[in-house]
Structures are given as C-alpha cells and as structure tokens.
C-alpha cells in the first residue's frame, strides 16, 4: 500500500505563486509514476502533471509554462510549483502514483491522496 498526503493548498491573488508538496509513505518504491491532477467544483478531473522514476516529466495543457513537476526521492516527496496562478486554477488539486510501464500527465493512477485546495482571487 502506499499513502500519500498532500499539503501546501490555500488562497493567493493572481498572478501569485504556490508549491504543493505531496509525501509518499508505505511502500514508496513499489511506484514509478506520480502525477498531480485537480478537480474544480461541477467539473471533470483534468490531469496536470507527471514525472517518472527517472525524473522524466509530461505536462497537459493547462499546465504546460507555468507549473513545474518534481521529487526529492530522499524524501519520498512529490513536488508541483504553481506559477502565474489564475482564478480558475481555483481547484482541489490532488497527488496521484502507480506502476506503470509509461508515465505521462493523463496515465489512470491507482494510489490517490485527499487533495489540498487551492483559491485563486483576482
């Protein structure tokens, strides 16, 4: 089993910047493929961001220039640095991990944490 817990949420104005941090317990090295995902209120999960074991990384639209992936394996800590934040970023953004052959921002994920929510005021 693994577990992952996100923290790093809150509300910033536009224009401002986050870091979402997401820590890996139990079996850490039993995954190679973490990603990030958010999901606003009355809308569809929308896959932002992964990174595989080798520090390889795939973004989606909405974040590709502005939201960075990465990981301190050290750690065991998945990491999302939010940039040039817009109010509809405005989601619960999530932490998400699996075995998989190839890794890439909109792979099914097996392991989910709670989210952490962010605002985003203009």
């Known amino acids: 089993q693994v577990q992952l817990l996100e923290s790093g949420g809150g509300s910033v104005q536009a224009g401002g910047s986050l870091r979402l941090s997401c820590e890996v317990s139990?079996?850490?090295?039993?995954?190679?493929?973490m990603g990030w995902f958010r999901q606003a209120e009355g809308n569809g999960r929308e896959g932002l961001a992964a990174i595989n074991s080798r520090g390889g990384t795939s973004y989606g639209d909405s974040a590709k220039g502005r939201f960075v992936v990465s990981k301190d394996n050290d750690k065991n800590t998945l990491y999302l640095q939010m940039n040039s934040l817009k109010p509809e970023d405005t989601s619960t953004y999530y932490c998400?991990?699996?075995?998989?052959?190839?890794?890439?921002?909109?792979?099914?994920?097996?392991?989910w944490g709670k989210g952490t929510l962010v605002t985003i005021s203009s």
């Open positions: 139990g079996y850490p090295d039993s995954v190679n493929c």
């Open positions: 998400a991990a699996v075995h998989t052959p190839y890794c890439a921002y909109y792979t099914s994920m097996h392991y």
